[in-house]
């Protein structure tokens, strides 16, 4: 798999994490979408564009197998649902225009944003949802660690050093045990 950036690799990790433990499952680089076609003009006897197509490609798409078990482990809240009902959740677990709670797509940032990443996120989530009906989960690195599980390849440096961290690190079978 291709990473635009360490924080989707540690990500990975994380998923990878769940993955061995049969919460997810089919880990994978979601297809690129359309948000907007190209607006070509003439000009003379030539065309250009004028704008330029859109194109977004989220980070992951991966698949519960156990929509209660990750309801249970309260992915929602820690995948972006945490400001909707639980009655409503369902609403928003989208995939196309048909409900599958079991299907999460994922964009990842990190905790600090100096290219104000973050903000063209959300512009392309409402566009996303709006022409497709695919909700975007916004994650970020290393926060969901400090709210969930730390996975085992972020406690070590690139150098192979500990990695100074600065909240209580739960690996994954004490954060499982501790539901």
Not at 27 to 33: D, F, N, V, Y
Request: with cysteine.
């Amino acid at each position: 798999m291709e990473y635009h950036s360490w924080e989707e690799e540690i990500f990975h990790q994380w998923l990878l994490e769940l993955q061995d433990r049969k919460i997810i499952s089919n880990i994978e680089k979601p297809a690129s979408l359309v948000l907007s076609e190209a607006v070509p003009i003439k000009i003379g006897n030539k065309e250009v564009n004028l704008l330029n197509e859109h194109i977004y490609t989220g980070d992951f798409k991966f698949k519960t197998d156990d929509y209660r078990k990750a309801f249970t482990l309260d992915l929602f809240q820690h995948l972006g649902y945490s400001k909707i009902s639980p009655n409503e959740r369902k609403k928003y677990c989208l995939y196309g225009q048909e409900y599958n709670p079991t299907i999460y797509h994922i964009e990842v940032k990190g905790n600090y944003d100096n290219n104000n990443m973050t903000r063209l996120f959300g512009l392309n989530q409402k566009w996303i949802y709006q022409r497709y009906g695919i909700y975007y989960n916004l994650v970020k690195v290393p926060k969901i660690f400090e709210k969930t599980f730390t996975p085992e390849a972020y406690l070590k440096t690139a150098t192979g050093k500990d990695r100074k961290i600065n909240f209580k690190v739960k690996l994954i079978d004490e954060y499982l045990n501790g539901i």
